[in-house]
């Protein structure tokens, strides 16, 4: 699709179905104690190649930040998507991780034919879908998708910690370490903390 086509659908909120456009899909925050899942999904533009796309877990850092800013320039369309602390109560962390999912692809400015999801379950699409196992390794898009998701959830937990310094959450970033546990017992739950998980749900 011509650049300037794509920056119309883009400042016009329209959504185009392109023949042969894979996306891949990834989330990050299924494991924490607090804060939202979040989930994008990204179309790759094969004529921009972007060096370096791998799981996001196995980067530095300094490498994701560099990485996010080279997916937003490159990507021929990406959507970040999240479910809250209130929808993972109700609906459980499976479930509200699939509709970050579902959000995140139909957010998508282009509409892919397909769709790649990294692990085993697929949220429920409108658009063919398949699960890949350590698919954030194998398959580039999934990657770009897992490093958004990884680096934006990493900064809303930067927020979280200017609101509740006392936790600790620009280190453990939610997830259930010891510094973590001895917070929650000493300064109780906060209201970003996941009340249907075990170790939130016994101090209540």
Do not use: W
């Amino acid at each position: 699709m011509p650049s300037k086509r794509f920056l119309r659908a883009e400042q016009l909120g329209l959504v185009f179905d392109v023949p042969g456009l894979m996306a891949g899909v990834d989330e990050a925050g299924r494991g924490p104690l607090a804060g939202p899942v979040v989930a994008a999904a990204v179309i790759l533009d094969d004529l921009k190649p972007i060096r370096g796309l791998n799981d996001s877990k196995l980067l530095t850092a300094l490498a994701r930040e560099r990485l996010y800013v080279e997916i937003h320039a490159k990507a021929l369309c990406f959507c970040i998507a999240q479910a809250s602390v209130e929808e993972i109560d109700e609906l459980n962390i499976l479930q509200a991780t699939m509709l970050a999912m579902r959000r995140a692809v139909e957010g998508l400015r282009l509409r892919p034919n397909k769709v790649l999801v990294d692990g085993n379950r697929l949220p429920t699409l409108k658009i063919a879908a398949e699960a890949i196992v350590k698919g954030d390794a194998k398959v580039k898009a999934i990657s770009a998708a897992s490093i958004l998701a990884k680096v934006h959830r990493d900064r809303l937990c930067q927020e979280l910690h200017r609101l509740h310094p006392q936790y600790g959450f620009d280190g453990h970033k939610g997830y259930p370490t010891p510094a973590h546990l001895a917070a929650l017992k000493e300064h109780g739950v906060c209201p970003h903390h996941r009340r249907s998980f075990a170790p939130v749900r016994e101090l209540l």
